[in-house]
């Protein structure tokens, strides 16, 4: 684990890794586990034991996290801890494999908590393939008490790492809009979370609507639209501290505002006499650049992972649609050309697709596209499915979904997760009605 940024150091106080504990063994001429890809999610997730960690209190509360992130993925089955055979008594013990393959385990982690005489928690974690007796991974962390869900999640993400090739998406935060209220009176307030719905607090007071969060790079800041003088206007918070101060206050109406990846630019849409057009500020200078002029509706702007491209919807065909220029400006391309109506595209982190919003019909949908518009598909679909935005591995993605009520008409609104095959589909927990997440990038160690 390398040193955290001063940028990041209250989000990795307190955290260190030490050391691999034993290096992975060479792997058995037997039949080993098989390592499973995201993008081909299957029906047969891989079965996997994860034991309570031996020692202090926290131990069986760390294997549940585990095994409950693992088990989100929909890649992984953990198995009931009843079915177990073997009890592990001692983590650094070759575990006896006979027992785990009687209980059909590909996967094996076993693990300890203890409280150390300065008053640290150490935890360490081994992942073993059971059919080829190996270990496959290990690790060792000393933390504060308080960081012991958070290992949780490392471990996680170091497992999922391990057995399918790609980076993990636990140890991350959902920033969301809070909904309470009737609809006549909605209160909608800015919340962050972890991404199991844990450790959840809210970030505004509710006195002035609050909308469309977004993640800086740093995770330290997020960027919001709110009425709070009447009109809407972009905001900057510090999540930590909580403070707020006014990006900008432009003469017109601002929406839908988001950080270029290196957290120098904000590529907002600014409205005025009926029509938005695409501008992007220098967050040293905050000054504006103006990236389209055309009479049509611009708007919902998302750059690409490099920063060279921003991806937007218009009107300017006569439908929304999705269009990608140069980060710079000039002539945009059209990339969508489907029925229905397109919105909210945001790039994924890996640049392979765009995810979006579509309207065709009596429905809302979640989907994707490449990036040159080819081989668009739909993921998710209900009465109300809007809001996409990607976990930092790129292949899941979160939105909101608002369900009708009994007479047909807006209902309650929650969090989904689902993954880039539309297999996987999961509730997302929050206190309340929520809309409008953003998934933020892995929390640095």
Known sequence: MTPATTGHRLMAVGLALIAILIAPAVWAQTRGLQQVTVEGASANPIPIAVTDFVG???????????????????????????????????????????????????????????????GRLRVEFRLWDVAAGAQMTGRAYFTQNANWRRIAHIIADEIFKRITGEDGFFDTRVVYVAETGPGNARVKRLAIMDQDGANHRYLTDGRSLALT????????EVVYMSYAQGTPRVYLMNVDSQRQELLGNFPNMTFAPRFSPDGNRVVMSLAADGSSD???????????????????????????????????????????????????G?????????????STPVWSPRGDYIAFTKQDGGSFSIGIMRADGSGERILASSYLDEGPTWAPNGRYLMFFRQAPNAGGRAGSVRLYMVDTTGRILRPVPTPTDASDPAWSSLIPQ
Request: proline share 6%; hydrophobic share 35%; aromatic share 8%.
């Open 56 to 118: 202090d209190g926290v131990g069986g509360q760390i294997s549940q996290v585990i095994a409950a992130d693992l088990e989100r993925s929909g890649l992984f089955r953990p198995i009931d801890k009843g079915a177990f055979i073997e009890r592990i008594a001692d983590a650094g013990r070759t575990p006896r494999f006979q027992d785990w393959r009687a209980i059909n385990a590909d996967a094996l982690v076993v693990g300890s908590a203890t409280q150390q005489a300065d």
């Open 213 to 220: 969060p977004r993640f800086s790079p740093t995770l330290q």
């Open 278 to 328: 695409i501008y992007s500020m220098d967050m040293r200078s905050r000054s504006m650049t103006r990236l389209t002029n055309n009479p049509a509706i611009d708007t919902s702007p998302s750059y690409s992972p490099d920063g060279g491209r921003v991806v937007f919807t218009s009107d300017r065909g006569g439908s929304m649609q999705i269009y990608v220029m140069s980060a710079g």
């Open 330 to 342: 000039g002539e945009p391309q059209r990339i969508s050309f489907g029925n229905g109506r397109y």
